[in-house]
Each structure stands twice: as structure tokens, then as C-alpha cells.
């Protein structure tokens, strides 16, 4: 019997799935929020159903009936977040909320089936980090000192990369945390927030060459110390949010074009300096050669999705430990050989649709500072995605970097619940400000 | 009021910027799913077939592994499932296919492992799959059909008689491999029970399919690309070439001999290739240009890798623009530090047959579900050319006096024309000790055949190789 709900659960979470998907994309056929009502409540019911099929495959594979549990009390948590997003900001954009939500049900699920222990510790950093989020939607309009001091915010992001550097422990060959007491801590997760909000101030107050000079040295600092940290998945990001705000501030594509050649420039000289930088582009040319030594980790998940082909192997039914750094880094690959090629594409065009959403939400801001912070978030959010992803598929090199709300790591999380709810709170201010305009309108 | 317009301007323009990142970065995931799908949909079956995959055994417990077949569908391999219900792997043959259909049961070698996912993939109808899964059943695995042909393998294997070695039969026209024969063999039935025992054993090393990973010196074989090189670099006048054996050339100290110190007298390239006179091919050698020599070696693919998706040996030249006189003359012979693969020079005689085109060598030629609906056919493929056809067609001439006036006057046949090289490769320092080797194509109307072989320490090609060669050509084209 468990066979053959184990075989049967995979089509249909992968049907389920691809419905969520569907109605991501035709949310934007309707304008009104009331219309999309029902779109947003069967996205739910379809997290749901996946969600609990999944914990059902689970427990009768595992038979592990602490599974049940975590199952309920995630399940409430779910149910709970969109609750209170509905009640304390019923402007909130929606698909957001339901995009965050799923993701964060994908996470669950992969990680309970990888490591029961770590789902359970990446399940009360989630839940921490809903509660003190649930505050900065309001908060972040309302505090208007936040855009003065851009160069503190530079300044506290240099200082404490640079502490990393010095103090941090070595990780998988870069420096990229340092440790107080059991909590392991990764400063560049947000200093990425700072680093926006630090560029965003600079340039919305103005673009003359000499601010923009300002800005380069500052954002060049910052990226410097993270490859000289080994970092290079870090530095990349911060460099592209960097040309991208400046491009959107300045209106001037000959900075995006400059960004782009020295870009190149930058990689060429990486490559000829770091040995390292040289073994990963190696490793991506040809992974098959050094199987066992630079290509190991992308042969291996080449082998997951291969494998798993494109409706998976079945939750619990592959063997996705054997991928190194599965729960962080590679998620990914143990989601299609898993749940299937059909489900991960899915989970692409989600993180996709929640791009787009973050640089429509952006369009709509009519101060300078607010628009900048919402177009460097969405890109760190979106050149993340296709870093890890593009990384652990081969199409690019690999740069060891999380897959935002999925992968395992406290530190990830967090930084990407405040992006989330930073967004968030920009978009209800800028609805209520449309809805008052409108009310006067009609007054 | 101005200032709001301006500022209203300001915004929608600056929304441009927005929206091109939107798309460039939309425009990017875009290449990457299709990328992503690309993968998982095509190129990801060789991934999964790769040896380092360990997830080929999950696979085991849901699927009863498939049938390996012949291309007359005759059974290579096959599962049988014992009363018990434990399975055991059958391979009809015994000996015969030993190392090329290989075994699945302590570790994976041959089509065993070549096709390994393949036969541990069902593509039985959804229906019956669906009624496996509800029943707890395994579902059947899909067959595989070979290029394998067991009249020739037979043949091949009888003619070698007690020797150790290998032969292979290619049709250069599509790349088939018709048989692959490697001695000593082992019976993969017992693989089980002899295991411990065979794979210590490596002085016979019977798990080694010396036909694709044996490495020997090429001996006279090697004249031919010695001949192609001389060809190459004298277009106009290489007929107008004349040599007085002594049975010996010396150059420096250096002394090379003819076979058993044989003279051959006044010979042109042609006699010179025929009789296989190595004092004339080492008098060619010292005038040729090592730089172009090792630029020939590396179109004919030595010192790299072969276009094959099966284990093999790397061949090795050692020609390069330092090297001495003496490697030269040695590499021009075929001995020195010289290694191929009888694959290899199968491959090389196949592009030459083929007029200078390389069909790529291949052992699967397709793959169905057990009601026999095709899943998958590997499609001939051409590798390109390892020479023009005009000096394809050169060498063929030269490889056809061979058979007419030189060391394999056996092979002459009412019914097919033969062609080919002899070789006696010196492995010792015990200079009566040597490798027969023959590399050579026979054709009849459009039906043509490549046969190499290497019999070790039987003594000379002309005596030990050509005969079995007759043997395969006389089987291939019996029934014409």
C-alpha cells in the first residue's frame, strides 16, 4: 500500500504544483486585488495539498511519528502567516505572501527528508524570523531618519566584512562566518541589505559624477574584501546590485555597458589570479574529467537530476545525500531528483514570478531612495537565484551561493524574510498612497 | 506644478531602466530553464550511464534487468528468475562474449555496464508498469540489441586457437563492431564463484578487453602511417622512391634490421611496403619532418582521446621535434615506445577502407522495451576525416599489394578483394619473440569488412595473423 501511495504522490504534487505555477502568471491577467481573490485561495489549498501529501510519504517511509508533529505545528505556522497578513496589513500584495509561503513548504520538505534534526532547527529560525519580520512592513516607511546616513550604512558593512575576513572561520575554503557560542553567523548575508540601502541613499540624493565616484569606491571596498574572502558567489551580487542601481538611478546606459566590460575585465584577472577561481571554471567546462577531485560536486548533482529525469524519483525513493552540501547549496539538485524536472522547473518560474513582482513593485514607488531599495533587493534576489541555480545545473559556474526561503542556513533566512518584508511594506505604502489619491479624486 | 510634471517625467522615463533589467534578467532564466530542460530531457542519459553513478542501483529494485541481445536476437544475456525468486544473470554464450558483453554482479564491465541504464530502465506500456507497482511487481527491463554477430565472434575466437590476444571485426562503411575477441577470457556465468581468483590474476588478466584497452608496439602495422607521412610530404615524386636493402640500415650507431635479417634488394615504396623491409622504412624515416610526422600521428588520433563511449587505452607515439634519429627510425618500425590498441588500428584500416572517412566505432545499435517497440537507435555516426580520400585511396593501393606480391598472398580470394598490413612486433629483448599482428579490410560489391588482430608471441603476422583474417573474411562472405 505505502508503495503505491509513495509512487502516486509524486504525480500528483507534481500536478499540484504545476497548478500553483499556472495561476502565478495568471494573477497578472487581473487587475483588481478582489478579482485575484480566488486565484490566491486555491494557490493556498494547493500548498497545502502538497504539503501534507508530502509529510504523508514521508512518515510511512521513515516512520518517524515525531513527523506528524512538525507537520501540524508548520502547517499552523503557514496557515497562521498568511492569517496575519491578511488581518495587520490587508494591502499586502498577495502572491508575495503565497510565493514566500510555498517556498517556504518546498523547504520544509526537502529538509525534513534530508536531516530531521536540521529541518526542525531551520524550522524555529523560520518561525523567529516570520514573528520579528511581521514588524518591518509597518516599520519601514514610518522611520524616515533610514535614509540619511548611507555612509554609516557603508561604513558598518565594510567594517564587518572585514571582521569576517579576519576573525571568521574557514568554510568550504572561503571565510565566510564567524561563530558566537553555537550560533554560527554570515555577516554578508546582511550586509547585502545595508549595502543597498547604503547605495540607494548616496544615489537618490543625486548622480553628478562625483557622488557616483562616492558610491564606486564604497561598493568597490565591499567587494574587494569579499573575493579577497573567497567569497566570489557574494561579490558577484553585490557587484551586479551595485551597476544595476546605478544604471536605474542615473538613467544612463553607458554605466550598465561599463559595468558589463569591467565585469569581464575583473573575471579575466580573477581567473589568471585565483587558482581557485581557475579549478571552479574548470570544473564547469568539463566536469567529467576531475570527477573525483573539482568536479565531483556538479557531477553529482548532475547525476540527482539525471536520475530523477523528470518526474523524479519519489520523496525519500533517491538518494540525494550523496550530493556534498546538499541541504544548502545543492537544494536544488535533491528537488528535481526527487520531486521531479516538472516540479523544479515550477520552482524556477516561482522565484522568477516573485522577481518580477519585486521590479513591478518597484516602478510603482515614486521616491527616489524607496524605488533604488526595491530595485537592488529584487536584483539580489533574482541574480541568487540564478547563481545557485545556473551553478548546481552546470549552466554556469558554480559560486556556492543559497537558494533564497529553501536552502538550510539561519542566517540566509532571515536576510531573505527581511527582503521580503521590506518589499512588502513599500508596496502597502504605495497602494494606500494610490487609494487616498483616488478617494480625493473622487471627493 | 511644473515641478510635479517634471518629476512625474522623470519617473515614467526611469521605469524604461527598470523594465529593461526586467527583461534582460527574465531573458536570462528563460535561457536557463530551457538550458535545465534541455539537460534533464537529452543530455542527461550519459550522465546517468556514467560508472561514477551510484544511483544505477536504486534502479535495480524496481526494474528485472534486460535482455542483451545480438544483431540476429540471439540472447547475449539474459535474467532468469529462480524459483526463490532471487534472480540470476545468464549469458548463453559462456566464454565466448566474456569481456565485451561483461557481467553486472561484481562490479559492472562491457555492455553489462555500457548499457546499464538502459537495461535497468522500463518502457513497458503505462499500463502493465502502473499493474507492477500495484502488485509490488518489478516491472521488465528494456532489451538492448548489439552489432555483435556470433558466427564472426565464433570464427574468431576458433581461429585464435591457444593464443592470448584480440581481434576485431568492424564494418568501416557504418562503424558496427561484429565481434571483439579478447583471450584470455573467463566464463561471466561463474563470475561469482571465480572472481577472487581472476581479478588478482593480473599477469593473464582476463578481465582486460585486449582488443580495446590491450596497448602493444604496432610493429609493421605502424608503416602504414609511416607510408602516409612519407606520402604527405612527397605528393609528386614518393612513386619515384628506390632502396637497396642489406638486410640492415645504419645511421649514427644506431642499427635497425629486416625481419630474420632478410635483404631485400632494389625495392620501390610500393615492394618496400609489401615486404615490409625495415631498413627502407627506417632510411625514409631519418628524411621525414618530425614535426609533420607527430601532426600525421595526431590526425590519425594517436596520444589523445578516440571518439568511442566504451572503456579503451590511450595510444601513444613518442615522435616529436626534438626526438633523436633513433626514435624515429624505431617509431617508423613500429617498435620503440610505440603502444595502440587493436582498436585503434582498426579504426585507422576503417577510415582508409572508408576512403579517409571515420564511422565512429559502436557496439549498441538500438534499444526497444521487452514487446519490442523501439525506445532508442543509435544512428551511424561519422567522426570526420583522419585523411583526405585521395591519400585514402593511396594507401588502399599500397594495402592491396600487400595481398597481391607481398606478406599476405593468403588472403587472395576469387570471391572478395583483401587488403591490408602485416606486423611482427618485437616485445622482448629476445628478438625471436614477437606479436603477429594484421590490420586489414576486404570488400565484395558493396559489402566491405575490417578485421584486426593481435596474436601475442606467436611469432610473425605473415604466419600467424593472415590465416585467421582468411578465416573471417571467408565467414563474412560465405553466403554471397
Redesign the interface.
Known amino acids: 500500500m505505502a508503495?503505491?501511495i509513495v509512487?502516486f504522490s509524486k504525480y500528483a504534487i507534481i500536478i499540484f504544483m504545476a497548478f500553483y505555477t499556472l495561476e502565478c502568471f495568471i494573477v497578472f491577467r487581473y487587475h483588481s486585488e478582489e478579482d485575484r481573490n480566488g486565484i490566491y485561495i486555491r494557490q493556498n489549498v494547493l500548498m497545502f495539498l502538497i504539503h501534507f501529501i508530502s509529510f504523508v510519504v514521508l512518515c510511512l517511509v521513515t516512520k518517524n511519528s515525531m513527523l506528524i508533529l512538525l507537520y501540524a505545528v508548520q502547517q499552523l505556522s503557514l496557515f497562521a502567516t498568511i492569517v496575519l497578513y491578511r488581518v495587520i496589513y490587508p494591502r499586502a500584495n498577495r502572491l508575495l505572501i503565497n510565493n514566500m509561503c510555498l517556498l517556504m513548504t518546498i523547504s520544509f520538505i526537502i529538509l525534513t527528508r534530508l536531516s530531521y534534526e536540521q529541518s526542525v532547527k531551520q524550522f524555529k529560525i523560520v518561525i523567529v524570523s516570520i514573528i520579528i519580520t511581521m514588524f518591518i512592513p509597518y516599520l519601514v516607511k514610518k522611520i524616515k531618519i533610514i535614509s540619511l546616513f548611507p555612509l554609516v550604512y557603508g561604513f558598518l558593512g565594510i567594517a564587518s566584512l572585514l571582521i569576517v575576513m579576519i576573525l571568521g572561520k574557514v568554510i568550504n575554503g572561503s571565510k565566510l562566518s564567524y561563530s558566537i557560542g553555537s550560533f554560527s553567523f554570515q555577516p554578508s548575508e546582511f550586509v547585502k541589505i545595508l549595502f543597498v540601502f547604503s547605495v540607494a541613499g548616496l544615489l537618490s540624493k543625486s548622480t553628478e559624477l562625483k557622488q557616483v565616484i562616492l558610491v564606486t569606491i564604497m561598493a568597490a571596498l565591499h567587494i574587494l574584501i569579499l573575493v579577497f574572502s573567497k567569497d566570489l558567489g557574494s561579490a558577484l551580487i553585490f557587484f551586479v546590485a551595485y551597476v544595476?542601481m546605478l544604471?536605474?538611478a542615473s538613467?544612463e546606459w553607458i554605466y550598465l555597458l561599463a559595468g558589463f566590460i569591467s565585469g569581464s575585465l575583473a573575471s579575466i584577472v580573477g581567473y589568471q589570479l585565483f587558482g581557485h577561481v581557475r579549478t571552479r571554471v574548470q570544473a564547469w567546462k568539463d566536469p567529467?574529467r576531475t570527477?573525483e577531485a573539482a568536479g565531483y560536486q556538479v557531477?553529482q548533482s548532475?547525476?540527482?537530476?539525471?536520475?530523477g529525469?523528470?518526474f523524479g524519483?519519489g520523496l525519500a525513493?533517491?538518494?540525494p545525500d550523496?550530493i556534498p552540501v546538499v541541504v544548502s547549496d545543492f537544494i536544488f539538485s535533491a528537488i528535481?531528483e526527487e520531486l521531479g524536472?516538472i516540479f523544479?522547473?515550477c520552482l524556477?518560474?516561482i522565484?522568477?514570478s516573485c522577481?518580477?513582482m519585486f521590479?513591478n513593485i518597484?516602478?510603482r514607488i515614486?521616491d527616489e531612495f524607496y524605488?533604488l531599495i526595491a530595485?537592488g533587493l529584487a536584483?539580489i534576489y533574482?541574480?541568487q537565484v540564478?547563481l545557485t541555480?545556473?551553478g548546481v545545473?552546470?549552466?554556469i559556474p558554480l559560486t556556492g551561493v543559497t537558494l533564497p526561503l529553501v536552502s538550510y542556513g539561519g542566517t540566509s533566512i532571515l536576510t531573505t524574510h527581511i527582503v521580503f518584508a521590506v518589499i512588502q511594506g513599500l508596496y502597502i505604502s504605495e497602494s494606500r498612497k494610490l487609494s487616498t489619491r483616488a478617494k480625493n479624486d473622487s471627493d | 506644478m511644473l515641478q510635479f510634471k517634471k518629476?512625474h517625467e522623470k519617473?515614467t522615463?526611469?521605469?524604461r531602466?527598470?523594465?529593461n533589467?526586467?527583461y534582460l534578467?527574465?531573458a536570462?532564466?528563460i535561457?536557463?530553464?530551457v538550458?535545465?530542460?534541455y539537460?534533464?530531457?537529452i543530455?542527461?542519459?550519459e550522465?546517468?550511464n556514467?560508472t561514477?553513478?551510484?544511483?544505477?542501483e536504486?534502479?535495480a529494485k524496481k526494474v528485472i534487468r534486460g535482455k542483451i541481445y545480438t544483431r540476429n536476437y540471439e540472447v547475449l544475456a539474459e535474467t532468469l528468475i529462480n524459483p526463490d525468486d532471487t534472480e540470476t544473470r545468464s549469458y548463453p554464450f559462456g566464454n565466448l562474449f566474456a569481456q565485451t558483453v561483461g557481467f553486472s554482479t561484481k562490479g559492472k564491465i562491457g555492455i553489462e555496464s555500457l548499457a546499464n541504464f538502459n537495461l535497468l530502465t522500463s518502457n513497458a506500456y503505462a499500463g502493465e508498469r502502473l499493474q507492477d507497482?500495484?502488485e509490488?511487481e518489478k516491472s521488465i527491463g528494456d532489451n538492448v540489441v548489439t552489432t555483435l554477430d556470433v558466427s564472426m565472434q565464433q570464427v574468431a575466437n576458433e581461429a585464435m586457437g591457444v593464443y592470448k590476444g584480440a581481434v576485431i571485426v568492424i564494418d568501416p562503411t557504418t562503424g558496427e563492431i561484429l565481434s571483439l575477441v579478447s583471450k584470455p577470457d573467463f566464463d561471466p556465468n561463474q563470475i561469482n564463484d571465480i572472481w577472487e581468483e581472476i581479478y588478482v590474476d593480473t599477469e593473464e588478466g582476463p578481465l582486460v578487453n585486449r582488443a580495446t584497452q590491450g596497448l602493444y608496439p604496432g610493429g609493421s602495422t605502424f608503416k602504414i602511417i609511416t607510408l602516409l607521412e612519407y606520402i604527405r610530404e612527397h605528393k609528386n615524386d614518393y612513386q619515384d622512391y628506390t632502396f637497396n636493402c642489406t638486410g640492415k640500415f645504419t645511421k649514427d650507431d644506431n642499427v635497425i634490421n629486416c625481419y630474420h635479417g632478410i635483404s631485400h634488394g632494389n625495392v620501390d615504396l610500393m615492394q618496400s611496403f609489401a615486404k615490409s623491409c625495415n631498413s627502407s622504412f627506417a632510411n625514409i624515416s631519418i628524411g621525414l619532418n618530425s614535426n609533420q610526422f607527430r601532426k600525421t600521428c595526431t590526425d590519425l588520433l594517436f596520444n589523445q582521446k578516440l571518439p568511442v563511449s566504451f572503456p579503451y587505452a590511450e595510444s601513444f607515439v613518442p615522435i616529436n621535434a626534438s626526438s633523436s634519429a633513433n626514435v624515429v627510425m624505431q617509431t617508423a618500425i613500429g617498435q620503440g615506445t610505440t603502444q595502440v590498441t587493436p582498436l585503434h588500428m582498426a579504426m585507422i584500416t576503417s577510415a582508409i577502407a572508408n576512403g579517409g572517412d571515420l564511422m565512429v566505432p559502436h557496439l549498441l545499435q538500438r534499444v526497444e522495451n521487452y514487446n519490442k517497440d523501439l525506445v532508442k537507435e543509435y544512428k551511424k555516426k561519422s567522426y570526420g576525416k583522419l585523411m583526405t580520400a585521395k591519400e585514402a585511396e593511396i594507401l588502399q593501393l599500397f594495402m592491396e599489394d600487400v595481398v597481391q606480391s607481398g606478406t599476405a598472398t593468403l588472403l587472395e580470394d576469387s570471391k572478395y578483394t583483401a587488403a591490408g598490413k602485416t606486423g611482427s612486433a618485437e616485445y622482448s629483448s629476445n628478438k625471436s619473440e614477437s606479436h603477429a599482428w594484421f590490420t586489414g579490410y576486404a570488400y565484395m560489391n558493396d559489402k566491405k569488412i575490417v578485421v584486426t588482430i593481435v596474436l601475442e608471441g606467436a611469432g610473425s603476422g605473415g604466419e600467424y595473423a593472415v590465416p585467421i583474417a582468411k578465416r573471417i573474411f571467408d565467414e563474412y562472405f560465405k553466403s554471397n
Not at chain 1, 302 to 307: H, K, N, Q, S
Not at chain 2, 52 to 56: G, L, P, V
Open positions: 508503495n503505491i509512487e544595476i544604471y536605474v538613467r567529467w570527477i557531477t548532475l547525476f540527482a537530476i539525471g536520475t529525469g523528470w524519483m525513493q533517491g538518494t550523496k528535481s524536472g523544479a522547473a524556477i518560474l522565484c522568477v522577481f518580477v521590479m518597484s516602478m515614486e524605488r530595485v536584483t533574482g541574480f540564478f541555480i545556473g545545473i552546470k549552466f | 518629476h519617473s522615463n526611469s521605469n531602466e527598470i523594465a533589467i526586467t534578467f527574465v536570462l532564466f535561457c536557463m530553464l538550458y535545465f530542460m539537460y534533464i530531457g543530455k542527461s542519459t550522465a546517468i556514467n561514477y553513478n551510484s544511483r544505477q536504486l534502479l507497482i500495484i509490488g
